[in-house]
């Protein structure tokens, strides 16, 4: 293990917390209004980790820290189930990992070598917001809030005139009963391992999920860069999409242009280049944890 130094950690603690805070404490105000935001909400409402935890630094299987009463004391949420502390010294315990988050973990790494071994394809063009509204009026559409940027019939026309290549079941499965059957692709849940690749903007988002799915275990870093990949993601996915978001800071990536197509595929290409390294990470924390053994649990030498 490697063993962090008091003042080392809570440094990165701190700096854990004050990357996420705003997004955090964003939401949870608005949640109080009852406000909601198209955008940024999609990172607590689909993705179900809580503001809470997002902000708690947690240490991974390979770290040891230096710890202090003090120290407990500030950061409370280190004395928990998952950690043994002894001896001034502080780690996760892997005998708390059950068997069920060793088979998602498997599962998880199964899948980042399938998508990091798999060509990515460019080109979809965020199409999945449009056929999300595809044949709906304005008062259908899920941000009825907020107009679109074409009418209905010429949303419809636009859709008709692409070629539809979602490969996210997630995405797709929230196509319009129209719009489905024009997806050259159908994916499935049971597919999800043989259709997902690394240019999807969905399946990158994603990486954030799969990263919570593995927490405490990877630790909180893995957990910030995945969040702020996938809020990168979200804003261009919306960007992309036919509602008109402007005045909220989001200037429209007006994909049913073709210089707004060539602006879709430089962005995507630059956000799949930084997923790469994060699916890497991804994959070697979900292969450590489905296969670490469990430690002995044995009191240290006075």
């Given at each position: 293990m490697r063993r962090l130094a008091l003042n080392e950690w809570t440094s990165r603690a701190d700096a854990h917390a004050a990357r996420v805070a705003p997004w955090c404490d964003a939401y949870v105000e608005r949640r109080s209004r009852g406000q909601k935001h198209p955008v940024d909400d999609f990172l607590f409402t689909y993705y179900n980790f809580s503001p809470a935890k997002l902000r708690q630094w947690m240490p991974s299987l390979d770290e040891e820290l230096e710890i202090s009463?003090?120290?407990?004391?500030?950061?409370p949420w280190l004395r928990s189930r998952w950690t043994i502390i002894d001896d001034g010294l502080l780690r996760m315990d892997a005998n708390k990992i059950?068997?069920?988050?060793?088979?998602?973990?498997a599962f998880i790494a199964n899948l980042s070598a399938n998508i990091l071994a798999r060509p990515a394809r460019l080109r979809c063009?965020?199409?999945?917001?449009?056929?999300?509204?595809?044949?709906?009026?304005?008062?259908?559409?899920r941000h009825n809030g907020y107009r679109l940027r074409l009418s209905p019939e010429a949303i419809s026309a636009f859709v008709e005139s692409q070629s539809i290549c979602c490969s996210h079941y997630d995405a797709f499965r929230f196509f319009t009963p129209e719009a489905a059957p024009l997806n050259t692709l159908q994916p499935t849940l049971e597919s999800r391992i043989d259709n997902e690749q690394g240019a999807c903007l969905h399946a990158n988002m994603d990486l954030y999920k799969w990263a919570y799915k593995l927490w405490p275990w990877c630790g909180s870093d893995l957990i910030a860069d995945t969040f702020l990949l996938a809020l990168e993601g979200r804003n261009l996915d919306m960007r992309a999409s036919p509602y008109?978001?402007?005045d909220m800071g989001?200037?429209?990536?007006?994909?049913?242009?073709?210089?707004?197509?060539?602006?879709?595929?430089?962005?995507?290409?630059?956000?799949?280049?930084?997923?790469?390294?994060?699916?890497?990470?991804?994959?070697e924390a979900a292969a450590q944890i489905s296969t670490i053994p469990a430690l002995p649990v044995t009191p240290r030498a006075a």
């Open positions: 009463e003090a120290a407990l004391e500030a950061h059950d068997e069920s988050v060793r088979r998602a973990a063009f965020g199409l999945h917001e449009w056929a999300m509204v595809y044949h709906l009026t304005p008062e259908q559409v008109e978001l402007s989001y200037p429209p990536v007006r994909v049913e242009t073709e210089e707004g197509r060539q602006q879709y595929v430089l962005e995507q290409q630059s956000l799949a280049a930084k997923a790469i390294p994060m699916r890497e990470r991804v994959r």
